[in-house]
């Protein structure tokens, strides 16, 4: 409740039926864990489960195949997050990518980790020390084993680091999204309205801001005309829908030289079929840009421009187009929709201001009463108007984040745990010949350290790389929640990378004790 700003007025309450129906699914999880290890052991002959200790395992070898397929997967899955542009299409493909990733860790781990164990064999300076021979030759015999859990903390480890840091930076840098979103303080939007219904529009809303005493800053009107194309080939068309990829969409935004010029204090004057360019996202090459047929001459490259609404950028290409005239968008409309009414252009007004919240609700309140009676379509939104509900998604989104990141904590240092333990009871014996050889306690302690931290160490660096390839698709997809602020996102993830690694430090220390008694006993 505080992390929504959302004020209790009642009392929470946890039904039996919850509890009772919560029992009886880990009951029968338990139960069925329970008779599925039964069946196993009694399957199982008493001298084989007596002697199993003994055994031991074959040399594992390099599997080439399953070499190749860490290529292919891992290199897809990088590929794929290093060259995707669009928010959208990285949304469609995030989960492709993540499938290839995970599906090539299992892999890099199965083949890979025995692989890197033979190089370092292979290594004399490396292998032939007293703390490095006993944990490199007996990580190579049961790395077979170890392979699957490695993966899993490896993959567990991504997903805690993504989701504290995508999470912790929409939550504090909320500011920077209600600024993306809404440019103003206050704004108002309508469709279908013409230059009298703006004039109109305009007075009505200044009237009204000077009746409540107060002062606007940073005022800014107009109207505009938007169009969603298809790219195909040099040409943009209307039939977007049969687009393949979000990639071939692309957003125009169309606004006459007299508002241009008002808003910029410039001169700037044009001709029938001259435009001024800004792009936002994408890119138009050469000296003209055609419309289904309709030629325009880039007169001028924009390096800057006012923009009414940020979140258009969701789109795969977005682009803003200064013309001569309504005229002009007039046959852009018809250059791309054949014959027909185009209507009115759609209409903008923002402002900024110092006063209070409730200041700008009730003026707010005020506004949406009187516009709709000039235009029904209009609308009145404002960061202080919306606040709440963004407080109510990106909060709950870093509640998640941090119960998931804690649940999948738990279940890395769990695996962690009880694997170490599990192989410090098999190796016991091992290490307590290696000593009665002549391998001194300080030697036993040096290879238990060089054993563990390699095992520890080795899922906590795959899964910074894994993060720094999926660092700009990452980024991607926040747009979709309006965070541009790449920088902030950055500084999340180091920081929670490093807060991570922290705990994780923390963690091997505790398990290497922990095994280090376990050989001592």
């Known amino acids: 409740m505080k992390l929504v700003l959302f004020k209790a007025t009642f009392g929470f309450e946890i039904p039996v039926e919850a509890i009772v129906a919560t029992v009886i699914l880990f009951g029968a999880i338990f139960i069925l864990n329970l008779v599925y290890n039964y069946i196993q052991v009694h399957r199982t002959r008493l001298v084989e489960l007596l002697k199993s200790a003994d055994m031991g395992e074959k040399e594992p ?42 599906t090539g860790t299992y892999c890099l781990f199965t083949s890979g980790s025995i692989a890197l164990l033979k190089m370092l064999r292979k290594n004399k300076k490396y292998y032939y020390k007293a703390k490095h021979f006993t944990s490199v030759s007996g990580m190579i015999y049961r790395m077979k084993q170890n392979a699957i859990g490695l993966a899993n903390i490896c993959i567990l480890s991504t997903a805690v680091i993504i989701m504290l840091s995508t999470t912790f930076s929409l939550y504090i840098g909320m500011e920077d999204v209600l600024r993306t979103r809404y440019p103003r303080n206050l704004i108002v939007n309508a469709g279908n309205v013409s230059a009298e219904q703006m004039q109109t529009l305009n007075g009505l809303i200044e009237e009204q801001v000077k009746q409540a005493g107060i002062n606007q800053k940073n005022t800014m009107y107009f109207r505009f005309m938007s ?126 201001t110092d006063v209070s919240k409730e200041a700008q609700i009730e003026l707010a309140g005020i506004l949406r009463q009187r516009i709709r009676q000039v235009a029904e379509s209009a609308y009145v939104e404002g960061p202080e108007l919306e606040r709440e ?133």
């Not at 070499?67 to 669009?86: K, N, R």
């Not at 990639?247 to 001169?267: G, K, L, M, P």
């Not at 001259?274 to 001459?297: A, C, D, H, V, W």
Request: glycine share 6%.
């Open 389 to 521: 509900g963004f407080y109510t998604i990106y909060g709950g989104l870093f509640f998640l984040g941090i119960f998931l990141g804690l649940l999948f904590i738990m279940a890395t240092v769990l695996i962690i745990y009880y694997k170490q333990i599990a192989e410090g009871f098999d190796d016991r014996k091992r290490f307590n010949i290696m000593q009665k050889v002549g391998m001194s306690h300080n030697e036993v302690k040096k290879s238990i350290r060089s054993q563990v931290l390699t095992v520890f160490f080795l899922p906590l660096g795959a899964a910074v790389v894994h993060l720094a390839f999926a660092f700009k698709v990452i980024t991607k997809l926040l747009l979709i929640f309006n965070l541009n602020n790449v920088t902030l996102f950055a500084g999340c993830t180091l920081l929670t990378v490093f807060v991570f690694a922290v705990f994780y430090s923390i963690v091997y220390s505790l398990t290497s004790r922990t095994y280090y008694r376990i050989i001592s006993a």
């Open 227 to 352: 169009f969603v194309t298809l790219k195909n080939g040099s040409e943009y068309i209307s039939d977007y829908r049969s687009a393949l990829s979000a990639n071939d969409v692309a957003h125009f935004v169309f606004i006459t030289q007299e508002d241009y010029n008002r808003i910029e204090n410039t001169s700037v004057v044009l001709d029938d079929n001259e435009i001024l360019l800004y792009i936002m996202q994408g890119k138009i090459p050469g000296g003209e840009i055609s419309f289904n047929g309709m030629k325009l001459t880039i007169k001028e490259r924009l390096s800057s421009f006012f923009t009414a609404d940020r979140t258009s950028a969701l789109l795969a290409q977005d682009y803003y187009i200064v013309v001569k005239d309504e005229n002009s968008i007039n046959r852009v409309y018809e250059a791309l929709n054949g014959n027909g009414d185009m209507g009115e252009l759609s209409y903008f007004y923002g402002f900024d």
């Open 61 to 102: 070898k390099t599997k080439w195949l399953m070499t190749l397929v860490v290529v292919v997967c891992l290199g897809a899955g990088y590929f794929i997050s290093l060259t995707t542009e669009a928010p959208l299409a990285a949304l469609n493909i995030f989960f492709v990518a993540v499938i290839l990733v995970i």
